[in-house]
């Protein structure tokens, strides 16, 4: 079991950048998949990006590439969510999550099982 906890969320304004930290507590992330997911009030929890940790390989939903990038720090055992050219249908609790997905399942709610409690990203003017 990995704990998660999920910071740097707040109120920003459209085309500002936030950046998102996930530390894992109890292990490491070594071995996993390390996914990033969002979730707005009524909708379903969508994918944003992932890192295996194990090769950096990185995934990213189309709705974010070119905007948002993942990166690792292995010493502080931390994921992060760099967020740019934030927009308004960017609001929403953000999510880190792990799992040990193939790769055709990185993208997919169901391969991950181990769940941070969120932070929320408020984009607005």
């Known amino acids: 079991q990995v704990d998660l906890v999920e910071s740097g969320g707040g109120l920003v304004q459209p085309g500002d950048s936030r950046r998102l930290s996930c530390v894992a507590s109890?292990?490491?992330?070594?071995?996993?998949?390390v996914g990033w997911f969002r979730q707005t009030p009524g909708k379903e929890r969508e994918f944003v990006s992932g890192?295996?940790?194990?090769?950096?390989?990185?995934y990213f939903a189309g709705s974010v590439k070119g905007r948002f990038s993942i990166s690792k720090d292995s010493a502080k055992n931390t994921v992060y969510l760099q967020l740019n050219d934030l927009k308004p249908e960017d609001t929403a609790v953000y999510y880190c999550?792990?799992?040990?997905?193939?790769?055709?399942?990185?993208?997919?709610?169901?391969?991950?099982?181990?769940w941070g409690q969120g932070t929320l990203v408020t984009v607005s003017s």
């Open positions: 109890g292990r490491s992330f070594s071995g996993y998949t």
């Open positions: 890192i295996r940790w194990s090769t950096g390989a990185t």
């Open positions: 999550a792990t799992g040990r997905p193939i790769t055709s399942e990185a993208t997919k709610e169901r391969a991950y099982y181990n």
